[in-house]
């Protein structure tokens, strides 16, 4: 799980998820805007946490 913060409605759910779907590696991520984190099945030899971290930032929301 990762917390992600500064989403305020569902399209910045939408744009997190977006954003972690495209990263090479991941079979499965959903974001939870009450939660404020992002829940990520991924193939750790393709990808890891730093990669979530870097997209999720570059996408302009905060990465924890």
């Keep these: 799980m990762l917390k ?3 989403m305020s409605c569902q399209g910045c759910v ?3 998820e977006r954003v972690l779907r495209a990263i090479d590696g991941v079979e499965h991520a959903s974001v939870s805007l ?6 990520i099945s991924f193939d750790a030899q393709r ?16 990465a924890g």
């Design 34 to 39: 009450e939660q404020s984190a992002a829940t």
């Design 14 to 16: 939408g744009s997190v």
């Design 4 to 6: 992600v913060g500064g």
């Design 47 to 62: 990808t890891g946490l730093d990669a979530f971290r870097q997209a999720v930032e570059a996408a302009g929301f905060e």
